[in-house]
């Protein structure tokens, strides 16, 4: 791909528009991070400890927090930086790094939804049969698969990018390298570059999410025929997290890659949601939603207090 290009690096101008916050800016974003990396740890650490939460669902839940740690961590170390005054060049190496891990991430997260919609409907539609169905050699097998489709798609985004020949300008209007910020500065044709980003990016998102809702029309008709009310409240709250957790994360990917004119202001702000607060959210969706993983996380913080003590 260098051979394509006589650019040694690219210039992050950052989120438009904030001009004269970037202190704010960095304290924000600093506090969101560590918060983030520290909420996804200890939901890990809670499920590793915890013996009675060595099953599927924990087992994605566990991934899904690691997840949570990676994406974030390929663009807002790097924002943090030039937010606290350091240079906000980043080499063009580094660009075809940080465009590949956040598609791969991001692409192998939201595959991982899907899977983890699977789980909760093969509980809830078919629970005599759940752990049957919901072997070791299925988790791993879906999980595989999932890592599978993330590098195909990334690879493929990352290639028709950089195939590229970047010559001219190197000032990328946005907080880190993505695909609608990287290909207007193509010294050529960028269109076919373009609409397989779109068709690329749109078709797995939207598959994805029809896999999702798929699984949760059957959830619901299954859960409608629950006579219980307690029984349907139990349903319903195993799942109610993981929506929550979809919607966060898919309406951002649509919004920016289906509109037809990009808005980089509009586009900063909802790559924000989605890279940053919505890991974030993650932590809190799950750690406050779901009973099991808060007694785990009680647990580790008594079994912490009490180690300090005998200390």
């Not at 759940?130 to 195909?152: N, R």
């Not at 859960?223 to 009310?229: D, G, N, Y």
């Not at 307690?230 to 319903?236: D, V």
Request: hydrophobic letters at 50%; a positive charge; charged letters at 10%.
């Amino acid at each position: 791909m260098e051979n394509h290009t006589s650019l040694d690096e690219f210039i992050l101008l950052g989120i438009p528009q904030t001009e004269g916050l970037e202190t704010l800016l960095f304290m924000v974003f600093l506090f969101i991070y560590i918060f983030t990396l520290l909420g996804n740890l200890l939901i890990f650490i809670a499920i590793v400890s915890s013996s009675s939460l060595h099953t599927p669902m924990y087992f994605f839940l566990g991934l899904l927090s690691i997840f949570d740690m990676l994406f974030p961590s390929v663009t807002c170390p790097k924002m943090l930086l030039y937010l606290s005054g350091q240079s906000p060049a980043i080499s063009y190496r580094g660009c075809i790094a940080q465009l590949f891990f956040y598609h791969f991430l991001g692409s192998t997260e939201g595959c991982l939804y899907s899977v983890m919609a699977y789980d909760r409907y093969v509980a809830i539609c078919h629970p005599l049969r759940y752990m049957l169905i919901m072997k070791p050699g299925v988790c791993l097998g879906l999980v595989t698969v999932s890592w599978l489709i993330g590098c195909l798609q990334s690879g493929i985004l990352t290639f028709f990018t950089f195939q590229l020949t970047y010559c001219g300008p190197n000032h990328v209007h946005h907080f880190f390298c993505d695909i609608p910020a990287v290909l207007p500065l193509a010294c050529t044709d960028s269109k076919l570059a373009q609409k397989v980003g779109s068709i690329s990016v749109g078709f797995l998102a939207l598959m994805l999410l029809f896999s999702v809702c798929v699984s949760y029309v059957h959830i619901g008709v299954a859960i409608l025929r629950i006579r219980s009310a307690e029984g349907r409240q139990k349903a319903f709250s195993t799942c109610s997290a993981h929506l929550t957790a979809i919607l966060c994360a898919y309406g951002p990917v649509i919004i920016i890659y289906l509109q037809r004119t990009p808005n980089p202001l509009l586009g900063a702000v909802v790559q924000i949601l989605n890279n940053i607060v919505s890991p974030m959210l993650n932590s809190l969706i799950y750690s406050l939603r779901n009973k099991e993983v808060k007694r785990a996380l009680r647990r580790v913080f008594h079994r912490s207090i009490s180690l300090g003590f005998e200390e």
